[in-house]
């Protein structure tokens, strides 16, 4: 699947072709963890940079002490301010209970059932949830289902690899790069993870 995608990507951009010769193979394989898990590590890493992040959710982890993740029965027993002395902002912290809630009355969909749902299915059910947005269900799409036809268009990562790798002047506009990643279809999420390449490799 992989090679097919980059089949395509490269006879649809040249710009993009250069560079992934560049960059070489990247990998697309997806993480596979539960879906509250997932959630509620895209939420700590809202907004963040990826070592704070890091630093936060190890604090988060330590708090349960057994270096596992937290079910959502063990998130719903602790305080919000042991939560937050994670380093959690109070928003992110609440955000994190709601989905503790649903998780634990059984609302929240499996692995399994997302798996027989679309990625717009998915956004529409996800995002009905306090705290949980387009780019939040669009890094569980990506990282955790493995989908391989999304393009996180305000992710400020993949705005600037695009800046980066066709040399333009100003980050590009959501909607721009919309627009212009109509021809990496369908295998978007591929593109994406070059981009992010393109500013690792600065």
């Known amino acids: ?3 097919k995608a980059v089949k395509h990507l490269k006879s649809a951009d040249p710009v993009l072709a250069q560079l992934m010769e560049k960059i070489g193979p990247v990998s697309v394989k997806a993480r596979r963890v539960p879906v509250f898990h997932s959630l509620v590590q895209s939420i700590i890493y809202q907004q963040l940079s990826g070592k704070a992040a890091d630093t936060i ?10 270096g596992q993740f937290p079910s959502p029965e063990q998130v719903l027993a602790t305080d919000l301010e042991r939560l937050r002395s994670a380093g959690l902002s109070r928003p992110k912290a609440v955000y ?27 956004l529409q059910r996800l995002t ?6 387009r780019w939040t269900v669009e890094m569980f799409l990506i990282f955790n289902l493995g989908r391989l036809d999304v393009l996180p268009v305000h992710d400020l ?11 333009k002047r100003k980050l590009p506009e959501p909607e721009h790069l919309e627009r212009f990643g109509a021809k990496w279809r ?7 993870r070059y981009l992010w390449r393109a500013v690792d490799s600065l």
């Open 57 to 66: 959710l190890s604090r988060f982890m330590a708090l349960f002490g057994d």
């Open 96 to 122: 994190i209970r709601g989905i503790a809630e649903m998780a634990a009355s059984g609302s929240l969909p499996t692995l399994e059932h997302c798996d027989q749902l679309g990625d717009a299915e998915i």
């Open 128 to 133: 009905e949830m306090k705290g949980v947005g």
């Open 186 to 192: 369908p295998y978007r999420t591929v593109a994406a």
């Open 1 to 3: 699947m992989i090679r």
């Open 157 to 167: 990562g993949v705005r600037r690899g695009y800046q980066i790798a066709y040399r």
